[in-house]
């Protein structure tokens, strides 16, 4: 890339090559933006530029600060810097790390800013704060002349599926976070022995497999034969598993009544080596969720038990079981199926628990119009999927960021991962300042077709929180726990992933050999 690479400077470096040009009387250009995928527009406008002086520079926005959505760009920034450096209009690029082009407009102080000519009449105050740097040195500000007729975001939005630059955008981002096969291995080897409390509903996950005989002669409806049914303990218990799987200890807790669901249920806990705390509630059952399968595609499902809020006593009760519990763990993970175990002030009061005992809160909820994620008071860790961070607020249309800001603002949150299914992740950083814009970064999943879902998103929060509990950053939790959610979702059944298996998924990712 020789020519190329010459072209591709750090802003401090390139601000004495604008200081030379300067006292050589050659007139500087600028371009700022993403160029996430180079169209003709993007061609005609940096020949337009480029003709408005002696020298083009474009500074292109970096990774994490690009506002256009949790997965743009679609491009990572390195290979943006060597695509507009291979555009023989273009003399110099740079990466620019902030939200707006203030900073390095300032640092580079071009006689010439362009601007494509939608931004003529914006009255986006970004741009009014760029226009008024740039005239108080006497530089101009003009807007292009060249159409742009293509819009990566409609290029993305129609033939994204056809791109396959995934691994480009994993790489990158295991570079930027420094991950390794070595780190993650000395991560995991921190969660051995790690104390977990987890508090839940009791839920059981059962498949019924079954043989299709024909179309029912009595109405139009599948007929089956059931073969054989297989059991797996769901939703907290399962994070319960999850955490055992990767070496730590883990206790459940739950409110449940007594009788022969809950003497089957602690049996199941029982065999999977998880202690089990049950407090007596009335009317509260073991929650049973039946899917029917054909050949290994789901065809049905059955849901047994409803809502069965606590009694102001058991409700207390609950409380005062985390709190005597808690200093014999290293951290509390709370997740709401919405059955009515958080109600009463459950919620805010197991964050109080935590905070009093100096445990940290992981949480998450189910998307049910009984729960909402905002009862939670400052968590440590949110993992919660874009649908039930939109039912929280019960806003459809505002940006991820916004209601990411909204998040921390309102629960005081210190992290906050977002889950998007296939698409993969989403992390926001807490604003360092009040106002402050909030700092993103995205991580495609690593499964593109999933078998089965069901219990990924525990699995992935069990993960996240124990790497977040030995000390390790929000993106390398975000990395493992999407290591392991990617095996969960790649077969059958609702059984955790163990560290043999993250181990040897782990040497074939390829952004870390």
């Known amino acids: 890339m020789g020519r190329e690479s010459a072209k591709i400077l750090p802003v401090a470096e390139l601000a004495e090559v604008r200081e030379r040009l300067r006292v050589e009387g050659r007139a500087v250009v600028q371009c700022h933006g993403c160029f996430d995928i180079v169209h003709p527009g993007h061609l005609r406008y940096l020949r337009f530029a480029r003709e408005q002086g002696d020298v083009l520079i474009v500074s292109v926005t970096a990774d994490g600060a690009v506002g256009k959505g949790p997965d743009r760009p679609y491009i990572g920034e390195d290979l943006r810097l060597e695509n507009l450096a291979a555009i023989e209009y273009v003399d110099y690029v740079c990466l620019d790390n902030h939200h707006w082009a203030g900073p390095v407009l300032e640092a580079l102080r071009p006689d010439v800013y362009v601007k494509g000519r939608e931004y003529e009449q914006s009255g986006d105050p970004r741009f009014a704060r760029e226009r008024e740097l740039v005239e108080s040195w006497g530089g101009r500000v003009i807007f292009s002349s060249g159409e742009v007729v293509y819009s990566s975001t409609f290029i993305l939005s129609q033939f994204r599926d056809r791109f396959r630059l995934e691994q480009d955008r994993v790489r990158s981002y295991a570079r930027r976070h420094e991950l ?18 987890v508090v839940g509903d009791p839920i059981v996950d059962r498949y019924v497999h079954c043989d299709a005989l024909s179309v029912a002669a009595e109405s139009p409806i599948l007929s089956v034969m059931p073969l054989r049914e297989e059991v797996f303990l769901g939703a ?18 739950t409110a449940v009544d007594e009788g022969p669901e809950r003497a089957r249920f602690a049996a199941e806990l029982e065999r999977a080596g998880i202690p089990f705390l049950p407090l007596t509630a009335e009317r509260r059952t073991v929650y049973e969720k039946t899917r029917y399968l054909v050949d290994e595609s789901k065809v049905f499902k059955v849901n047994r038990g409803g809502w069965a809020p606590l009694s102001t006593a058991a409700a207390r009760a609950l409380t005062i079981a985390i709190e005597r519990a808690l200093p014999d763990f290293d951290a509390v993970i709370a997740t709401d199926f919405g059955y009515g175990l958080f109600g009463g002030g459950v919620a805010a009061e197991i964050g109080q628990a935590a905070r009093a005992a100096e445990r940290p809160l992981y949480v998450d909820v189910s998307q049910s119009a009984r729960t909402n994620l905002l009862r939670f008071e400052r968590p440590r860790l949110a993992t919660p999927t874009e649908a039930e961070l939109r039912l929280a607020y019960g806003d459809e249309e505002s940006g991820l960021s916004v209601l990411a800001a909204r998040f921390y603002r309102d629960t005081e949150a210190q992290r906050l991962i977002l889950t998007l299914g296939k698409r993969g992740v989403v992390l926001f950083e807490p604003p360092v300042e009040a106002g402050a814009r909030l700092s993103s970064d995205y991580l495609p999943a690593f499964v593109s077709h999933p078998v089965d879902p069901v219990g990924a998103g ?19 939790a975000a990395y493992l726990a999407s290591c392991v959610a990617a095996l969960h979702v790649n077969r059958l059944g609702n059984e955790p992933v163990d560290l043999g298996d993250l181990s040897g998924f782990l040497s074939g990712r390829p952004e870390l050999a």
């Open 236 to 253: 907290g218990a399962l994070i319960a598993r999850q955490v055992l799987a990767l070496g730590g200890e883990a206790t459940f807790l």
């Open 180 to 197: 390794s096969r070595p780190r993650l291995e000395t991560a995991l080897g921190k969660m051995l022995g790690a104390r977990v409390l």
């Open 458 to 476: 525990d699995a992935f929060l069990a993960t996240a929180a124990l790497t977040d509990l030995v000390g390790e950053t929000s993106s390398c």
